[in-house]
């Protein structure tokens, strides 16, 4: 039975009324003894929801989908996608659903929606289920995301439903309530072209510019304009991922937003040692989503979504195709020069810094971190120091010393700003083997590791005396990494 929220929260239904075609009104398998694990308070607050309610009864049932609001129709959404480079007709929400849209405070829409709520008609052989480690994974990743100034779904809460979930062994069972600017993904829009309905596609593409890329519903060619606009959108987001040193692992075309924001993580890690070629999922044997190709599955995975746009650019197959070449043709520069700026910004080399000078530069550093195996994330933290005039805390990472020298002399000339790099440089990220530690502590039962580890990743930039462990690379003893999709 579902029960309304008596303090009701407002949720839209844009999403099951505009596109019926794309959802199946579905409910939350029910959750007797739903406990929570963490409350994204402030985020909560950023929607107007009230955080105390949501701790309490009441909120529990509204965030597992025991309690629907009046007019909200939770639907499973219906997508299609390329999942390692083969074509599946039928994915969709197997085991998550969309609870409705909220509005929030800035009046943007954002998607309210729950993975681990049971199964659902997409669920195929799956059990419709999540565990505590995998959603509790989500929430802190996707929070540091976040805090890093990464675009991103947000979690607003994890709750133990008191499930037992049969994996490799049997594990605590876990709901994830997640927010997003919207759950479109290519894959719904491969779905929606699968059909040959050109009115649905046309409506789905409405949509997302309406909610995505307003702007483009007033160019000459707003389907153009919508393309161009999430080429550039995900060109910026990969740059952003290749800077911070994210692996998301699994770039399916399902998994890829038109909002321009990361969404799903499952087998994701950040890199420790520089490495283009590092894979951490288990399931990525040919090495197809290594930290070194995003920029390219990326662009792959926009030629599909072009494909399945091509009806609305042009009436004319082959002009379709010419017209979304030259549109993807964009996404190369754009990258280039988004990763560019970031880089000169890790750096803090001025903007009037000759490019024939800092070009060089960047490829010389990747070379040198490539070589001598140094860790990303601290190399780049402590490089503010040798700015500052202390170059040992940096240069002890490399065992090149001579190469590590002439780089800096050379980096030194351009007069980098200490307090710049510091601000986009980060000291904390998730680090592998202290993700896994907090999620095997709250899997048997105990939070704070978690709830430690998350305070230390949401203030990434502020370096904090006590926390050196957090910002070092994980002990030989971890060993090489390997993720799970925990589905
Ligand atoms: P993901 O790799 O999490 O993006 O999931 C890929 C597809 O598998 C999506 O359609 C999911 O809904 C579905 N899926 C993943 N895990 C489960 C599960 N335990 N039960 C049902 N469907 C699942
Ligand atoms: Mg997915």
């Known amino acids: 039975m579902s029960v309304a929220p008596s303090r009701t929260v407002a949720l839209g239904n844009r999403f099951a009324t505009e596109l019926p075609e794309l959802g199946i009104p579905w409910k939350a398998q029910p959750v007797a003894d739903p406990r929570l694990l963490v409350l994204n308070e402030r985020l909560a607050q950023s929607l107007g929801l009230d955080a105390e309610w949501l701790a309490g009864d009441e909120g529990l049932r509204f965030l597992t989908g025991g309690a629907v609001p009046p007019d909200a129709t939770p639907v499973a959404q219906g997508y299609a996608g390329h999942q390692f480079g083969f074509y599946s007709p039928r994915l969709g929400d197997g085991r998550a659903l969309l609870l409705g849209e909220l509005a929030g405070a800035d009046g943007e829409l954002r998607d309210l929606h729950l993975k681990g709520s049971g199964r659902t008609p997409f669920a195929r052989g799956g059990d419709g289920l999540a565990a505590v480690g995998p959603m509790l994974r989500e929430h ?9 100034g990464v675009p991103t779904t947000r979690s607003l809460a994890v709750v133990a439903t008191g499930r037992q979930v049969q994996r490799e062994t049997v594990l605590p069972g876990a709901l994830l309530a997640r927010v997003a600017s919207s759950h479109l993904r290519v894959g719904s829009f491969q779905l929606a072209r699968a059909t040959d309905d050109l009115d649905l596609l046309r409506r789905l593409a409405d949509h997302a510019i309406s909610r995505h890329h307003p702007e483009a519903a007033d160019a000459e060619h707003p ?10 959108a995900q060109a910026r987001l990969v740059a952003q991922w290749m800077l911070v040193g994210f692996v998301h692992g699994v770039m399916n075309t399902d998994n890829m937003t038109v909002s321009g924001e990361t969404i799903d993580y499952g087998p994701c890690a950040f890199m420790d040692a520089f490495d283009p070629t590092v894979v951490y999922s288990s399931i990525d044997e040919g090495g197809r989503y290594a930290y070194g190709n995003q920029p390219v599955v990326a662009e792959w995975n926009l030629a599909r979504f072009a ?3 091509l009806p609305l650019l042009h009436d004319e197959q082959d002009e379709g195709v010419e017209i979304a070449v030259e549109l993807l043709g964009a996404f190369r520069r754009e990258y280039s020069a988004a990763w560019v700026a970031g880089m000169r910004a890790k750096l803090g080399i001025p903007e009037t810094a000759d490019e024939a000078v800092t070009r060089p530069l960047l490829d010389d550093l990747l070379a040198l971190l490539r070589d001598n195996h140094v860790d990303h994330t601290s190399f780049h933290r402590r490089l503010s120091r040798a700015a500052r005039g202390d170059s040992e805390p940096a240069r002890a990472l490399v065992l090149d010393l001579a190469g590590v020298d002439a780089w800096l002399d050379r980096w030194r000339a351009l007069d980098p700003d200490p307090d710049a790099m510091d601000r986009v440089n980060p000291a904390y990220v998730p680090r592998n083997h202290l993700v896994e530690e907090a999620l095997e502590a709250a899997t048997a ?5 978690f709830h430690r580890l998350l305070d230390v990743v949401t203030r990434p930039f502020e370096e904090r005396p006590g926390l050196e462990r957090y910002a070092e690379p994980a002990p030989d003893s971890f060993g090489p990494y390997r993720t799970f999709c925990g589905t």
């Open 140 to 148: 802190l990743v996707s929070e540091a995301m976040h805090a890093l």
């Open 223 to 232: 389907y153009r304009a919508f393309f161009a606009a999430v080429v550039s």
């Open 445 to 449: 039962g105990d939070l704070a590791p």
């Open 307 to 309: 494909e399945s746009l």
